[in-house]
Structure formats: structure tokens, C-alpha cells
């Protein structure tokens, strides 16, 4: 039987490869703990315009060679959860505090990730390009399989 996965799985194996490899943790979240670090959008926002917009916790925050690396982890593939990297990469809405995070941890590039199972249920549809990548979590395995988007990035 096979046992069910939580977000909470996924993330810590995604750090566990993370801190293996190099990578500086700035923050984590699992859900419901209230603990990661909290992307309010921009102060110049008007509510009324941005009705469905909230403060945004990246399931992982980390850092590594001038890369500010954000993670939505899931326990199933979701398109909504690409949609909504798409959204915060593309519309701005949380441009200040990012702009604040590449400047706290020194580094000069945003790169958005989507972490899940590899055995997570998904149409070939390919990786969309404004995703930077994917990390699947192979349970039976005992690892982290990273799939960049961008060639440039291949040696993070």
C-alpha cells in the first residue's frame, strides 16, 4: 500500500538535497506551522482592484552562486500551482519585498520552482517556460531529481 505523501514530505527532502548541495536556507514553511517568511504585496496595491491578492509563503527560500531560489512544493502536480508562480514572477504584485530579499542575501536573480512527487499523475505538456524548474521527490528512491528549464542555471 502505497502511503500518502504531504507537502511536508516533499519540502523536507527538497531541503535535504538543498543543504547537500550547497544551498544557503533562508526560510522554510510547512503548512500550517506559520514559520516561513511572509511576502506581503506591494504597499502601492489597491485592495479593491487585487481582491484575491495575500501575503505569499514560499514553501522554501535558498540561496546559492547569486541565485534567490523560491519553491512551491506540492504533494500532487497542480496546474493552479503554476499559474500562481506565473502570477507572482510576471505581475510585480510583490516586486518590493523581493527586491528587498535579493538585496539582504546578495544575490541579483529570481528563480521560481515548483517541488513534487515523481510519481505525481501529469499531462507531458512539457515545463512551462516561466518556470525555472522542477524538483521531484522520488520516495522509492531516496531522491531529488532537478529539472532546469534554463541552461544557464544547469549547475546550480
Known sequence: ???????????????????????????????????????????????????????????????????????????????????????????GLYSQKINKLLESTKTNTTLFFLGYPSNAKIKDEGMPDHLDGEFKVDFVNNEVIPQYNNKLIINL
Open 1 to 91: 500500500m502505497e502511503r500518502l505523501v504531504k507537502e511536508e514530505h516533499v519540502t523536507k527532502k527538497i531541503l535535504e538535497f538543498l543543504n547537500k548541495n550547497g544551498f544557503l536556507i533562508h526560510s522554510y514553511d510547512f503548512p500550517q506551522s506559520g514559520t516561513g517568511y511572509a511576502i506581503r504585496p506591494n504597499k502601492d496595491i489597491s485592495n479593491a482592484s487585487h481582491k484575491n491578492i495575500s501575503i505569499w509563503i514560499p514553501d522554501i527560500i535558498a540561496c546559492k552562486n547569486n541565485f534567490l531560489c523560491f519553491f512551491e512544493n506540492k504533494p500532487i502536480y497542480s496546474k493552479s500551482d503554476i499559474e500562481k508562480i506565473l502570477l507572482i514572477k510576471t505581475s
